[in-house]
């Protein structure tokens, strides 16, 4: 039996195979004005500073709602105490949900329908969450000081990158206010996404070998 490949969702996501990564949604989504976090609901996953993105980023267009999908761990219910008292101070409690060990089912649907994924993890060299959001058409939004950023998305080449919270939230007042413009690239991102698929890794790392 494969080994799950994206264990950075949580530890209690199972099921994923190098041929088939998450199952695809029944249909394809609408996109909804929703943005998305995904992964471990942990500290250093930075999801307090993708909050507050979204509510700074968002101020001109409160039409957008905010999913986060998350895996647990002995960490998360003290850290979602303290994301609550974020969200309650900035009045986001009607545009906010949690979704805790989210199914493959809800996270790929998720993903379908929202339009933008915000990612603030820093120090991490690939991040298969963001992956996973650029095949499902979902414009990244990544901390510079990442692989997402650096790797993944070519340093600004197939997404759009912030090194704090006010550079991020200007970056999403930007994208929001000209979604056009931002999702220009979106099908050449969509491609970008399947070149870090395993099967593509398993061709190149062939083809190395093949060549050694």
């Known amino acids: 039996m494969a080994s799950p490949i994206y264990p ?19 249909e394809p989504k609408k996109k909804k004005n929703q943005i998305v976090i995904l992964g471990r609901i942990v500290p250093n996953k930075s999801i307090d500073e993708s909050i507050r993105i979204f509510a700074e980023g968002t101020k001109n267009n ?8 998350g895996g647990n761990t002995a960490e998360t219910e003290r850290y979602i105490h303290r994301l609550n008292k974020i969200i309650k101070n900035y009045k986001l409690e009607k545009r906010v949900k949690i979704i805790r060990d989210p199914s ?12 933008l994924l915000i990612d603030s993890q820093r120090n991490v060299s690939l991040n298969m969450t963001s992956i996973e959001a650029m095949s499902s058409g979902c414009i990244i939004l990544s901390q510079k000081n990442a692989g997402t950023y650096l790797e993944v998305l070519d340093q600004g080449r197939f997404g759009f990158g912030f090194s704090d919270i006010k550079q991020g939230s200007e970056k999403l007042k930007e994208i929001l206010g000209d979604t056009n ?10 491609e970008r996404a399947k070149f870090f698929s395993p099967k593509k890794f398993k061709e190149r790392l062939n083809k190395i070998l093949e060549n050694g």
């Open 8 to 26: 950075d969702y949580g530890s209690t996501w199972r099921g994923a195979t190098e041929e088939a990564p998450l199952p695809a949604p029944e």
């Open 62 to 69: 409160q039409s957008y709602n905010l999913v986060m999908l």
């Open 104 to 115: 493959f089912k809800e996270i790929r649907n998720t993903l379908s329908e929202s339009r």
């Open 181 to 190: 413009k931002a999702s220009i690239n979106k099908e050449k991102a969509i």
